[in-house]
Structure formats: structure tokens, C-alpha cells
């Protein structure tokens, strides 16, 4: 079974990390693994001990702390939280019952947020983790594009009119198709009828079929005639919406401004009013 003493412990509690491990871990055994985990196993050990040195513990108090936590980190691969602290209660009384009541709280605070809050951290350590391969994903920043300089940029209502002309196009072409499509298609699908061989009383069923055939061929081609008409006053409306854009040029001072436009003719009324009551 593995023991130290408190005399061992008293000169080693100065040292630094890496010193301090490989002097505290010579007096155990390590049975437990063989790989990268020993050493994390041993690094436990001796952060526990030094936290009780550093606390004031008896020197008794301080082997029996690095005991425990050389039993307690392989059981650290806990399922929950619950099951942990209760196992952390259930070593210290077994290990540690004569701590003073003050200490035992500050211990059992450092442990337990050692080992909640690193509890993933421990299972992963536990489980083989360090042994497995980490895929590094790279991704790639890329900046945003360099805008183009002030004098090639476009005025904020001619790109909204650009904008909007190309949506125009767009709908242009799209009603255009469609009217393509309806003109070359089939206006009209005739049912077969059948024709009796003979006899006087099948006729009148024969010009009832006839009837109808027209009726529906007629509405038909009126739907194809509307449909079509439809289409033709849309694409018109377009057109015309699509000149007015393009021969719209930019607006002049007085478009702009019309009250300037006309504050010449007004001045001119008022001026010839104005005289035309002084010869009164």
C-alpha cells in the first residue's frame, strides 16, 4: 500500500512544480496507467497536496490529502455531479476524519470546484482522450472587397434606375416567353366524337355531340383570344414603361425647383396689376 510520511513532505513543499512531482510521485506506486495519463494522475496528486500545505494543514493531515488524491483521480470518470460529491464526501471522511471542521470546509470547497468544474476535462483525460489525434480546421478570412474609388461610383437614383430598368427586362422577357409559348401551343383540344354507323335516331345524338364540340372549341378560343390580349396589353404598358425610363434624362434646375420656374411670370403679373390700378 502505497504510504508517506510527513517528514518527507515538509522539504518538498518549497520546490517548484516539476521538481516537486517527480520527488512526491517516487514515493508511490503507478499502477494505474502507463501512458499520458500517469502523468496527469501524478500532476493531480501533487496540486492537491500542496493546496493543504499551502493552507496551514498538519503535516499528518497533508500526506493523508495526497493519499486520497491518488485514489480518487482514476474514479473521477463520474456519470453526474451527484454521484461525484458523494464520493468526494465518502473519501475525506475515510481518509481525513480527524480535519478540524474549518479546514475540512476549505478543502472540500477546493475540490469540489476542482473536480465539478474540470469534470470533463478529467473524463476525457480518463478515457484516452490525450491519445487521440486533434483535427485542426483552418478557415479561411477573407476580407472584405477594396470599394472603387469615388470617381467611378454611380449616383444613388441612377443605380436605383438602373435597378429598376433591369427588373423591367426582366418582366419583359418573362411576358414575351409566355406569349411565344401560347402562340405557337394548341389553342384548342378536340375530344373525339363517335359517329354512329347508321339509323335516323343516333342523328340527333350526332348533332348534340356537334354542338358541344363547338360550344367548347368557341370558349376555348375566346379564353386563348383574352389570354393573349391580356398578355399584349401587359407587355405594351411595359414597353412603354421601359421608354419613358430610358429616354427620361436628368432633371434640369427648374424641374427641380418648378416655384423658381415660375416666380419670374408671377412677379410680372403682379407688376402689371399693380400698374394698371395706379392709372385708376
Known amino acids: 500500500m502505497d504510504s508517506i510520511t510527513d517528514t518527507e513532505l515538509r522539504p518538498r513543499a518549497e520546490e517548484k512544480m516539476e521538481a516537486g512531482v517527480q520527488r512526491l510521485s517516487a514515493h508511490f506506486t503507478w499502477p494505474e496507467f502507463c501512458d499520458q495519463r500517469r502523468a496527469f494522475h501524478q500532476d493531480f496528486v501533487y496540486n492537491v497536496t500542496m493546496f493543504a500545505a499551502t493552507c496551514g494543514f498538519p503535516w499528518s493531515e ?96 441612377e ?18 416567353e409566355k406569349l411565344k409559348q401560347l402562340r405557337n401551343g394548341e389553342r384548342v383540344s378536340v375530344e373525339e366524337i363517335e359517329v354512329p354507323e347508321d339509323g335516323e335516331a343516333n342523328r340527333e345524338k350526332l348533332f348534340v355531340s356537334l354542338n358541344s364540340a363547338v360550344k367548347a372549341t368557341k370558349e376555348q378560343i375566346l379564353a386563348s383570344l383574352t389570354q393573349e390580349v391580356n398578355l399584349l396589353t401587359e407587355i405594351l404598358q411595359l414597353k412603354l414603361k421601359k421608354a419613358e425610363m430610358t429616354t427620361r434624362g436628368p432633371q434640369t434646375a427648374a424641374e427641380s425647383n418648378p416655384d423658381n420656374s415660375n416666380s419670374q411670370p408671377e412677379t410680372t403679373v403682379k407688376a402689371k396689376k399693380l400698374k394698371s390700378k395706379t392709372k385708376k
Open 62 to 157: 497533508v500526506a493523508q490529502a495526497a493519499l486520497m488524491a491518488k485514489a480518487l483521480f482514476p474514479k473521477l470518470d463520474c456519470p453526474d455531479v451527484p454521484t461525484l460529491l458523494s464520493m468526494l464526501r465518502d473519501m475525506l471522511s475515510e481518509y481525513m476524519p480527524d480535519l478540524g471542521s474549518a479546514q475540512r470546509i476549505e478543502f472540500t470547497r477546493f475540490l469540489t470546484d476542482t473536480c465539478v468544474r474540470q469534470r470533463r476535462l478529467f473524463q476525457a483525460a480518463l478515457r484516452g482522450a490525450t491519445e487521440e489525434t486533434a483535427i485542426q480546421l483552418r478557415m479561411e478570412v477573407q476580407s472584405p472587397p477594396t470599394p472603387c474609388p469615388l470617381a467611378q461610383g454611380v449616383d444613388l437614383q
Open 159 to 176: 443605380w436605383e434606375s438602373e435597378e429598376k430598368e433591369a427588373e423591367l427586362r426582366a418582366l419583359l422577357q418573362q411576358k414575351e
